[in-house]
């Protein structure tokens, strides 16, 4: 933990504040989340209209929702953008009436929709270069993880072919992140996986953990996730593997976390549940701080957040939240404020 401590400026760290910004303010938009945010701070996500009730997969820009996926070679009735690139690459999954799932990747602005040879896939992660990570599936046979670029697919290595594996996210070079199955002494254990050059080149978890999953990695390779913990391995925790090493970042006895996304600076935010206390979470300096508290008063007591799904470099976390005063689940976007005491 101590490495990790001096990974964000302590005087910084100190002063973190933030202030909620409602991402899908029309009233025509019944429900809407954010789940990923790029460096240049566009979000990606999706909504539910009041008119249909059909769940859209959007870009957000200023306040209001733009949809991705204008028209397909047959009717849809739901999907979300699951990523967006710094080059603003979006990548997302479709869903076709229950029997068909296709991915979809907008690039400059133009949407193609990608099938597998066979069965259905999931995007969950695209970087800058249009690759697209994810998992498929075909009927008899284990999940898979995979790569996509340009309609070619590419199923991930593992050392067993046989068990389940998935691809959660992608950066700039390269590197995918996901989970592989192992049998170990009869029992199937999840790894964390790691990744490059169309090779597998680490499986991690906590130490004695059997069941570990990579959700998010920086341009570094930094990779944050959940890993069974604790005593009998009964709790989930949050942590950050780098350079080798998976580093737990509870410290809450018995409490649950979930690192959802991380940026360059190895900061990481997320779910979490401790005491009597629930709520997304911002990992920086070295400790756990509970997002809400760092919103102005006043915002407190008008948004509940539900979850957060992922930070840029700028340290902005998008997600989702109550609007108390409506009683609706609305996508946001937690900008963080300018450290006060800093020289202008």
Do not use: C
């Amino acid at each position: 933990m101590a490495a990790l401590a001096g990974v964000v400026n302590a005087a910084a760290a100190a002063a973190l504040r933030y202030e909620l910004v409602d991402l899908a303010a029309s009233s025509e938009v019944h429900q809407s989340s954010a789940t990923a945010i790029n460096n240049t701070d566009k979000v990606v996500g999706y909504t539910v209209l009041r008119s249909n009730r059909n769940q859209q997969p959007v870009r957000f820009i200023d306040g209001r929702a733009q949809r991705l996926v204008q028209r397909t070679d047959q009717p849809y009735r739901g999907g979300v953008a699951e990523a967006i690139s710094d080059a603003g690459h979006v990548a997302g999954n479709l869903d076709v009436y229950g029997t068909d799932f296709p991915v979809f990747v907008t690039l400059g602005g133009v949407t193609t929709l990608y099938r597998p040879p066979a069965g259905n896939a999931v995007a969950r992660g695209v970087n800058s270069l249009g690759e697209v990570a994810g998992s498929r599936s075909t009927i008899g046979q284990a999940t898979r993880a995979f790569v996509m670029r340009d309609g070619q697919w590419t199923d991930l290595p593992v050392p067993q072919p046989g068990l389940p594996s998935e691809a959660w996210a992608i950066n700039d070079a390269g590197q995918v992140v996901g989970h592989h199955s192992r049998s170990v002494d009869g029992m199937e254990v999840q790894l964390g996986a790691l990744w490059q050059d169309g090779e597998l080149k680490e499986s991690f978890g906590l130490a004695g953990s059997r069941y570990t999953r990579a959700l998010a990695v920086n341009r570094q390779g930094w990779v944050t996730g959940y890993s069974q913990a604790g005593r009998h391995m009964s709790w989930d925790h949050a942590y950050i593997h780098r350079d080798g090493v998976t580093t737990d970042l509870e410290t809450h006895l018995g409490a649950r976390s979930y690192g959802y996304g991380i940026n360059a600076a190895g900061e990481v935010v997320g779910d979490r549940v401790a005491g009597n206390h629930a709520g997304p979470f911002l990992y920086s300096d070295g400790k756990m701080r509970w997002l809400a508290q760092l919103l102005p008063a006043a915002q407190q007591a008008q948004w509940r957040l539900v979850s957060v799904h992922a930070i840029n470099d700028a340290g902005h976390v998008v997600g989702l939240a109550v609007n108390i005063a409506q009683d609706k689940l609305k996508a946001v976007m937690l900008r963080r404020l300018p450290d006060q005491g800093a020289a202008p």
